[in-house]
């Protein structure tokens, strides 16, 4: 009794099983690596161009801010025991408020790029978010999955949306 309970059961497993790998096989999956076409496309590339010139000066003068800081403090340093008591402490309070002028400066800078980086990255998701749905469509998908821990190169479509993006009018 046991052991027709434990065949039947054992066929009903093994017809659900070969059901479902064909069924599997019907299945058109694609992967896409996004950090590629961050990487890769010319989109991407002219959005960080575009981030490079709009903050370059911007981190010119910070770094230029930086290095008379340093000078002067270097001078202070040397000086230092040439000078009356209320004089370095004077100089010194002068150099603390500059570096804390700096430090808030740098905070700003770093904030303003990370913003607009993330403005830059989101445009450039949501262009190829709409490159991947028109392959979708197209090739008829039935799932396309993006940032995979394991894809196989047969499935992995990322050339193609980098090939799509790249070919579409900036």
Do not use: C, W
């Not at 052991?3 to 999956?29: C, E, R």
């Not at 808030?104 to 450039?124: G, H, I, P």
């Not at 978010?129 to 090739?139: L, S």
Request: charged share 35%; proline share 1%; no cysteine.
């Amino acid at each position: 009794m046991k052991s027709t309970l434990l065949k039947m059961v054992a066929a009903v497993a093994l017809t659900a099983a070969t059901a479902l790998a064909a069924q599997a096989q019907d299945l058109k999956i694609g992967y896409v690596n996004s950090e590629r076409i961050l990487r890769e496309t010319n989109l991407a590339k002219a959005s960080e161009a575009k981030l490079q010139a709009e903050f370059s000066r911007r981190e010119k003068t910070l770094l230029e801010q930086e290095g008379k800081l340093r000078s002067a403090a270097e001078k202070l340093d040397k000086e230092g025991p040439a000078l009356t008591e209320t004089e370095r402490a004077r100089r010194q309070r002068e150099l603390i408020e500059q570096d804390r002028d700096l430090q808030r400066k740098r905070r700003e800078f770093n904030e303003d790029v990370a913003q607009r980086k993330n403005e830059e990255l989101a445009a450039v998701i949501e262009k190829a978010n709409k490159v991947i749905k028109q392959i979708f469509e197209q090739d008829k998908y039935d799932l396309i999955v993006q940032d995979a821990v394991h894809a196989s190169a047969r499935v992995d479509i990322t050339k193609k949306v980098i090939d799509a993006l790249n070919a579409q009018k900036p």
